[in-house]
């Protein structure tokens, strides 16, 4: 999870290559693949992807991966995770979900 939320591509490596689950989550119920996604760490995202990292995952407040890259204004990153869905609609359906539920609420995604 550290290595994908500070962007460390090598440890990241070694931890998928040594069988770390791409989906195990933290306290709050993140993935790595939403920390990556979060933070602009591509090639991360990509590693995650290619080792089953789930983008309809969602942590405790209901946020995915997803959701996380389409409230991003990183276009390549929502590209990115929105070809990982395999299904454009899809891809617009968590985002628009996330929104509804939290954007009118608060004024801003979680």
């Not at 090639?43 to 996380?68: F, T």
């Not at 204004?73 to 891809?91: E, H, P, Y």
């Amino acid at each position: 999870m550290g290595g994908a939320f500070k962007g460390y591509a090598d440890i990241a490596s070694l931890l998928l290559d040594a069988g770390a689950d791409p989906n195990q989550r933290n306290h709050a119920g993140q993935t790595a693949l939403m920390n990556a996604v979060m933070f602009g760490h591509a090639e991360i995202v990509e590693m995650l992807l290619a080792a089953g990292g789930d983008v309809e995952l969602s942590d405790a407040v209901g946020n995915s991966a997803a959701s996380i890259a389409a409230a991003q204004t990183n276009s390549a990153m929502a590209d990115l995770v929105k070809r990982a869905t395999g299904d454009a609609k899809q891809f617009a359906d968590a985002t628009v979900h996330k929104a509804n539920e939290s954007d009118c609420t608060s004024g801003r995604l979680q």
